[in-house]
């Protein structure tokens, strides 16, 4: 096992760089009658992850005011969450694991990066204002019913995140999208695409959709977006709003904000199904595009920020959304889910838990779900760490976030050493250690053991207002062969924050509740719902 382990991590050790970077820029002609971006240089940023962020100055929408005759009773609407078929052995290789650290890394680095980006002072009334008219998109005069669609794991490509089906354009067409609950934007890569990454089917093309229209640079809503830099000036009422965006490892996305309708598909409680159209819905598209995005047609925001999807659709189902992530080894055909507006059957759950959502400071960005650690425990022994290693600095660094994009766990310095070193002191004593893996540590030896022989410690963490998130083994372990096993929690500086990430999340039902300003979660096997 050693030698064979060897032999591949020397082949894969010179990808493990995930702290270097460049930058380069380039420059492409756009038709300038159609866009804004007529000779800006795209911009290829640093080494980073995966992020989107939104900004907004003093300007105010000019709205049509509330009805309250209009109200309506929302009920949660359901997407089947499917995944590919996965043509590969339960056990993960050293290959795919060192790939999705190469990804987690360069996510990571986004995400600390964008609280050190300098941020622009909106007033508080007028982002209110515009939030509030940016959820009003295409309500009916009653809330439809359950809403499938599909999402697939991305282990088949090397991703370790989560694709969802949608239908975009009038007349509609088929686009998988990656979902992101650490982003706001949505956005495709969009024709004339002048530097684009390679997909899976054809690229979105507003010239052949009768409901796609730009948003105007002087329209308010331009204000919510990130703008190329040097910002391009606003010289006429038809001129498009432009946007820049970076996301990963030379990866970001460029080009003009624009509205557009979303058709989903709806199923009754009678078990009938009809389409509906979710109109002037706020995306980006994207002419210039960059980046690890695993063959995606663009991105899916669930984020905090006003520009999510999550955020569009509040005036239909309300301020909350949820999904259940099934285990990655699950036979195929069964699928994940994600809900939008309030699940009965998950509020009545008895195991049922919540922390408090926490504001961040200084930089850190609205667009992160922020948690409260108070301590982590292991196999029930809560572990010697400094409170304030949890804590979210003066300026923004630091403090936890819960991420459906970052595919394992990681824990900021000093903590992380603790939490590895009590794992290990737990399993050495009846498993070898083995240090020959530089990506996963500690890992052990198990062979001539049956695997429901294995006893493995559990990962607890309790939050600071009182709930604790026990999870099984198997959330916390990877399994290279049938003879390594591997603890699946990585380090970060102390600088940067900690992150729970969605392999940590498998089989728990996961509910954010923005009006309440919390997490639920509760154990569920997902493939049951």
Known sequence: MSTKLSIILGLILFSVSPFSGDCRTLSRKHDHNSSSLYGFNSQDTMRFGSVSSSTSNDCGFSSKEHDPAKE?????????LRRREIKQERKRTAHSVVDLQIQDLTRIQTL????????????????KKITSDISL???PEASPGKLIATLESGMTLGSGEYFIDVLVGTPPKHFSLILDTGSDLNWLQCLPCYDCFHQNGAFYDPKTSTSFKNITCNDPRCSLISSPDPPVQCKSDNQSCPYFYWYGDRSNTTGDFAVETFTVNLTTTEGGSSEYKLENMMFGCGHWNRGLFSGASGLLGLGRGPLSFSSQLQSLYGHSFSYCLVDRNSDTN??????FGEDKDLLNHTNLNFTSFVNGKGNSVETFYYIQIKSILVGGEALDIPEETWNISSDGAGGTIIDSGTTLSYFAEPAYEIIKNKFAEKMEENYPVFRDFPVLDPCFNVSGIQENNIHLPELGIAFADGAVWNFPA???FIWLSEDLVCLAILGTPKSTFSIIGNYQQQNFHILYDTKRSRLGFTPTKCADI
């Open 72 to 80: 309506h009773t929302r009920e949660s609407v359901k997407l089947r």
């Open 474 to 476: 198997e959330n916390s």
């Open 137 to 139: 998109v295409g309500a």
């Open 334 to 339: 069964v699928s994940s889910k994600l809900i």
């Open 112 to 127: 600390h990066a964008r609280f050190k980006k300098p941020k622009k002072q909106t007033n508080e009334r007028v982002k």
